[in-house]
């Protein structure tokens, strides 16, 4: 992840990391002792120097020494997520959800965020997404949907690095959707649970059918179409899966996709299970479950 601060951020950063000055009125973050901070940062190849500065300023210092590493950008990403390590708030909740938002009002300039995922936080390239997945990840935050979630941040995490792996997981992206919603909605799954299945089975309940009824005849046709594209898209995303993702074993060395493949799925598939969510929010309001 290419990986670029503004000053405030690193100084942001310092602040969380060092917890402030000793005794400050409004800090942020865990506070550690300078010889804390020289332990900590030596882990990273950052030095840290005890005598002649303040604990803050000299984390600064280090911080932005970091920027002229060939591995600046691993160090930047291991550091973010460290200055905010659920581990180093345990019992003190609110801390944590303050030290996330302080970080992440900088960070936004920089096109990355913070995330809290189960037991640990990760850091999201904002840059990187397309508005509709954006969009869909927003949705499934706001939902208890947690294997949807697992299985669009990996999709988004091989984009680059393997792509036919995330053409696989863009894939996986629809068909738990549509499991989802089919449990949650008391309905039962399909004899073949591929994406074409899961989808089929989700068409009638949600009303998106192509055969639909009821519209408006100015826009009838219209609709229509767009709902047949709909099961075009599926049914090429699940053909994508089976000739060129991961999903049934790889020779060493070929690939059959790209990046921008990649990308095409997950927006693709993106596009699709965000349609379906607003659909079943819409549709079964009383079944949309929200984290408590």
């Known amino acids: 992840m290419r990986i670029t601060l503004s000053d405030q951020s690193i100084e942001a950063l310092a602040q969380v990391i060092s917890g402030g000055a000793a005794g400050a009125q409004n800090s942020v973050g865990v506070y550690r002792q300078g010889w804390k901070l020289k332990a900590l940062l030596k882990n990273y190849g950052l030095h840290y120097e005890l005598e002649g500065t303040s604990r803050v300023s000299e984390t600064v210092r280090a911080l932005m020494s970091a920027g002229m590493f060939p591995d600046a950008d ?31 009002a900088r960070l936004a300039f920089d096109d990355l965020r913070l995330e809290r995922d189960g037991m640990h936080v990760r850091l999201v390239n904002l840059g990187r997404h397309a508005p509709i997945v954006s969009a869909f990840s927003a949705a499934i935050q706001a939902l208890d949907l947690d294997t949807v979630q697992r299985d669009l941040q990996r999709a988004l995490d091989s984009a680059e690095r393997d792509p036919e792996d995330a053409v696989t ?25 591929d994406i074409s299945g899961l989808y089929r089975a989700v068409r009638e309940p949600l009303g998106v059918s192509p055969t639909k009824e009821g519209l408006p005849d100015a826009i009838a046709e219209d609709v229509r179409n767009t709902l047949s594209g709909l099961i075009t898209a599926v049914q ?24 921008r493949i990649a990308r095409l799925a997950i927006h693709s598939a993106s596009a699709v299970s965000l349609f379906l969510i607003e659909t079943w929010k819409l549709k079964f309001p009383e079944r949309a479950l929200r984290k408590e």
């Not at 090429?236 to 990046?259: N, Q």
Request: with cysteine.
């Open 236 to 259: 090429s995303i699940g053909a994508l899966r089976t000739h060129g993702g991961d999903a049934h074993g790889r020779e060493r060395g070929f690939k059959r996709v790209d990046a």
């Open 169 to 193: 997981a863009a894939c996986s992206v629809v068909e738990s959707v549509c499991r989802s919603i089919l449990i949650e909605s008391n309905l039962d799954l399909p004899a073949k649970q």
């Open 74 to 104: 691993d160090i930047y990403e291991k550091l973010l997520i460290k200055g905010v390590d659920p581990r180093d708030y345990v019992g003190h909740d609110d801390w944590h959800a303050e030290a996330m938002d302080y970080l992440n």
